[in-house]
């Protein structure tokens, strides 16, 4: 079964990150409408940490989810208006309250090991009447058949999609191969897969479109990159691949460049790039959204960001864990 | 004095832990029954090796049994769905008394080192949630000495200590939490955060407490929360600061944005806590179970001082 290729922009939303989550209403609705002109097919909206993020632990938004996604839904003509939940951090009432307001595509993300704590949201959502993808983050910590067997239990639960997530930008290109290749072996042909990746490695495009050649036709992307960490897969470069490629797309190539490069790129007040604090992400395998809460603590304790980074690595901390960057800073302190 | 007869429906992790606890430290309580609904169940075969009464019909199970007369207390350490079905059957009883371990949250609140008094003549109790026993009473030590605007707390668990029924009421236990941060731990608005982490070796229970508070002496705060740490230790010896504690500021002219709240200001205050288990059940990285059965038993064992 050959499924078209369906562009998802996360600059709403993973994009959040480098911001810390500081989106007005106005620009929101002003790159919602710009996405949906150049005829994205999904875009993402809420804060970073999905539904309800908003906290010490992750940083309190400017605004509301609910303020964020008001009125968007009625000015999209092609794009969907999707929204992102995460079990321990937003609820299935939350989404009841995103789906009054327009949004009809969820995706549900977990732990790479722990897809079953989202039974109750994916069964949730199909109820609603929603599209539903399961989001199993961190993939690099679940080897290809650990990760698939995930992936089934979320299709079990009523996964229209299930994504290989690669949150700490770790992944090497035979290693989202073999990811893709084991979803394509276990899950059912109509199962749609899907592909996020962040450029920490530099490889936010090169992981993107190897999934897409193992038979992943849901690709993830923002403009500029905007995304945690060293960014996700930046959109327009995608583009201008996918029409090189002669594959088959919505998008408009020049309206994105147009927006990657005037619209966000001012937004940014640390770059988002591949650096020394970015790419020791990728290298130690670390949640890219711990990126700026680690650069705060080093700069409060006086170390250096790649050396808390290291540890968290080390420590096997998983997505969520931002507490553990002071826990991990106030030790490399106690050390000295 | 003679010990009242108890018995613990579900025979899961958090069952099996509070057996351990009752038969091997209770002087007030005697387990008689253990109750599950699976046939298999690990615990439910350590119950009748230990000569427990068992079942694996439900409640209902129990209820057809001689030994269902002299039970007393009642300890539901199932799902939220089932203790619904479960109070219907007990609440019939007036000579039981149901200790709710799971969100449910029929009966009020307890935290033992907080308001140990919510027990008082009632006939069903709730224990909050694993992550409410350890993160309540830190932000009731910021209230005590000064008003907690917002109160919130991340619990990391290892993922082999989370059983099916904790991994099917991820959202009761945030919304459980949350809401027993404010009735019980004192703050205008509570948010809680929960996240299963499946490193191996499996890493011990971690929890951190931010509140966001009027400005007050951090000494006097520091202190308090000190004072409240030894009180908990007092029956989970495994509950440590893992850190100092930590204070910021929030100025006025950089507020944050708290949803229901809207901007705040004032002392932020980070806690930065370790609970280790006992190792009655699964290994002391389980130090979810032993808060959980521990303040569960120790509230069983109140109600025989005050009722019997």
Not at chain 1, 169 to 183: H, Q, S, T
Not at chain 1, 252 to 278: G, H, N, S, W, Y
Not at chain 2, 248 to 259: G, L, N
């Amino acid at each position: 079964m050959k499924h078209n290729l369906y562009i998802q922009d996360v600059s709403l939303r993973d994009g959040m990150h480098p911001i810390q989550h500081q989106y007005t209403r106005d620009q929101i609705k002003d790159i919602a409408i710009g996405l949906d002109k150049a005829k994205v097919d999904a875009i993402e909206i809420s804060h970073g940490d999905g539904l309800c993020g908003g906290s010490f632990n992750y940083g309190f938004g400017a605004h509301t989810d609910w303020e964020w996604l008001e009125g968007i839904a009625e000015l999209l003509n092609h794009a969907k208006l999707t929204t992102l939940l995460i079990p321990g951090i937003g609820t299935i009432e939350d989404l009841k309250r995103a789906r009054d307001l327009g949004v009809e595509s969820v995706r549900v993300a977990t732990h790479s090991t722990e897809a079953d704590i989202s039974a109750q949201h994916i069964e949730a959502a199909r109820e609603m009447g929603m599209d539903v993808s399961g989001f199993l983050m961190m993939a690099h910590m679940n080897d290809p058949k650990g990760l698939a067997e995930q992936a089934k239990l979320m299709e079990s639960y009523g996964a229209h999609c299930v994504y290989v997530t690669d949150s700490a930008g770790a992944l090497l290109m035979n290693e989202v191969r073999d990811r893709i290749k084991a979803f394509k072996d276990i899950l059912r042909a109509e199962t749609e897969i899907g592909i996020h990746c962040h450029h920490n490695l530099s490889f936010g495009v090169a992981n993107t479109i190897v999934a897409m050649e193992e038979g992943a036709n849901r690709l993830d992307a923002s403009l500029a990159g905007m995304g945690a960490g060293a960014g996700n897969c930046p959109l327009e470069v995608l583009i201008a691949v996918l029409n090189k490629m002669k594959a088959e797309h919505n998008a408009d190539l020049f309206q994105l460049m147009d927006m990657a490069d005037d619209v966000i790129r001012p937004l940014q007040q640390r770059p988002v790039q591949v650096d020394r604090e970015t790419l020791s992400l990728g290298y130690s395998g670390v949640y890219s959204s711990f990126l700026l809460h680690s650069e705060r603590a080093a700069k409060k304790y006086g170390l250096d960001t790649r050396t808390i980074l290291n540890e968290l690595g080390r420590r096997k901390m998983v997505g969520g864990q931002e507490d553990m960057i002071i826990d991990v800073a106030l030790d490399l302190v106690n050390s000295k | 004095m003679t010990k009242v007869k108890v018995a613990i429906i579900g025979s899961g992790n958090i069952g099996t832990d509070l057996m351990i606890k009752i038969m091997r430290n209770s002087d007030y309580l005697e387990m008689s029954a253990m109750v599950g609904i699976d046939v298999n169940s690990e615990g439910l075969a350590r119950a009748q090796r230990m000569g427990y009464v068992t079942t694996a019909k439900g409640l209902g199970g129990l209820v057809e049994m001689p030994e269902w007369d002299e039970i007393k207390i009642i300890f539901d350490a199932t799902s939220a769905k089932a203790h619904y079905h479960n109070w219907a059957i007990v609440e019939k009883c007036a000579d039981k008394t149901m200790i709710d371990l799971t969100p449910a949250a029929i009966g009020p609140y307890l935290i033992p080192t907080v308001n140990f008094d919510a027990g008082h003549n009632v006939r069903n109790v709730n224990m909050v949630t694993c992550g409410g026993q350890a993160t309540i009473p830190m932000v009731a030590a910021v209230n005590r000495i000064t008003k907690v605007h917002y109160g919130e707390i991340v619990a990391s668990i290892a993922s082999k200590s989370a059983g099916a029924g904790t991994r099917a009421n991820i959202d009761e236990f945030t919304a459980t939490t949350a809401k027993a941060i404010e009735k019980v731990g004192g703050a205008d608005k509570g948010k809680a955060l929960i996240i299963l982490n499946p490193a191996e070796p499996p890493v011990v229970m971690r929890d951190t407490v931010f509140t966001l508070s009027e400005q007050a002496d951090r000494e006097a705060i520091k202190a308090s929360i000190h004072k409240m740490v030894h009180e908990v230790q007092a029956y989970v010896p495994g509950y440590n600061l893992h850190q100092e504690v930590q204070f910021d500021d929030i100025p006025e002219d950089k507020p944050v944005f708290i949803e229901d709240l809207g901007y705040r200001y004032g002392l932020k205050t980070t806690i930065l806590l370790q609970v280790r288990g006992a190792g009655h059940y699964l290994p002391e990285y389980a130090g979810n179970l032993d808060i959980m059965t521990s303040a569960a038993m120790r509230t069983g064992e109140k109600l025989v001082k005050e009722n019997f």
